[in-house]
């Protein structure tokens, strides 16, 4: 049995949801060096294939720990990309490991894994993706 301060990335299944804990980043290789992924202590993702997609948890990387539990479902809007402006688009597929969100102009498909959309999505708020975009606008 598992100790519950266990920091380790784990995936169970509970009938049809897939429950996963403390998400992890994937492992890179810079010029021959490996490098291990991150581990987001206290983000987890209950996803039911086809479905949804609910993140959860605590994200301690704040100046205050902020807790977050948003629910996605295929349609919704959710956050594909970002640089100046945040890129929005609606969830078109989700799947035991990844989620694709559509753009709204081009159709263009972005495929994200489950850690990647929990990490761009877990504080999704609409109005103040709209009005960062609106205020970043002005400035291009």
């Keep these: 049995m598992k100790n519950a301060n266990d920091n380790t ?12 804990r403390n998400l992890k980043r994937k492992d890179r290789t810079r010029f021959g060096t490996k490098y291990p992924g991150e581990v987001l202590v206290g983000h987890h993702a209950d ?8 993140l959860h948890g605590l994200d301690t990387n704040r100046w205050e720990p902020a807790p977050h ?4 479902k295929v ?7 970002s640089y100046n402006l945040i890129y929005t688009g609606t969830i078109t597929s989700i799947t035991a490991k990844t989620v694709t969100v559509t753009e709204d102009h081009g159709g ?22 709209s009005a960062h975009n609106q205020d970043t606008m002005l400035h291009i």
Excluded at 69 to 72: A, K, N, P, R
Excluded at 75 to 81: L, N, P, T, V
């Design 108 to 129: 263009r498909r972005h495929r994200m894994t489950i850690t990647d959309f929990a990490y761009r999505n877990e504080h999704y708020d609409a109005e103040s993706i």
């Design 75 to 81: 349609g919704d809007r959710a956050i594909y990309g």
């Design 47 to 54: 996803v039911t294939p086809g479905k949804c997609i609910r």
């Design 69 to 72: 539990d948003l629910t996605f």
């Design 9 to 20: 990335p784990s995936v169970t299944k509970n009938g049809k949801t897939l429950e996963y």
